[in-house]
């Protein structure tokens, strides 16, 4: 995942430094926002497994790692900064974060886009145009779609989530 590399790169440029960041919430509120969109995750999972609605899961995880409204304007200053050559390291831990945020949001799309093919499906099971076997027949390709939703969603997160543990481990040692 390139998401990881990016982050290794940032943590080892910010390791000598990352005693200064302790008091800054960026990293507080990046670490936040990746458990939720993991945690969003999982209960769209679990809500599919107890035969919830395709519809109901992606209305959860849409927007899982999208941190933008969070960081936007923080990080648009930050990239001033550095370009000035004035960054602080909160500065540079902001500026290292972007292309990390780009990438989880890519990881997230790749999962939504298969989610949005099982809703098309499961749309196409309440059509009344359809006799039986044609709902039928579209109950079986959604259930597919939704076991190949739970495979890429697994694959996505656990690389996510040791993403979140490295970097809570990097933030909290001494």
Avoid: C, Y
């Amino acid at each position: 995942m390139p998401a990881d590399l990016a982050l290794s790169a940032l943590l080892q440029d910010l390791a000598d430094v990352r005693h200064r960041l302790r008091g800054d919430s960026a990293p507080a509120t990046f670490l936040a926002r990746l458990r939720e969109g993991v945690e969003a995750w999982d209960t769209a999972i679990a809500g599919l497994d107890a035969g919830g609605d395709a519809a109901d899961a992606l209305d959860l995880v849409e927007r899982a790692f999208d941190m933008e409204p969070d960081f936007a304007e923080d990080t648009r200053l930050a990239t001033e900064m550095t370009q000035l050559g004035v960054a602080t390291p909160a500065h540079r831990f902001l500026v290292g974060l972007a292309p990390i945020r780009r990438d989880l949001v890519r990881a997230n799309q790749r999962v939504v886009t298969q989610l949005r093919r099982a809703v098309a499906l499961e749309r196409r099971t309440s059509s009344r145009w359809r006799g039986t076997e044609g709902r039928a027949a579209a109950l079986v390709d959604r259930d597919l779609q939704l076991e190949e939703v739970r495979v890429l969603a697994k694959t996505t997160l656990d690389p996510i989530v040791e993403l979140g543990e490295r970097f809570d481990t990097w933030r909290l040692a001494r």
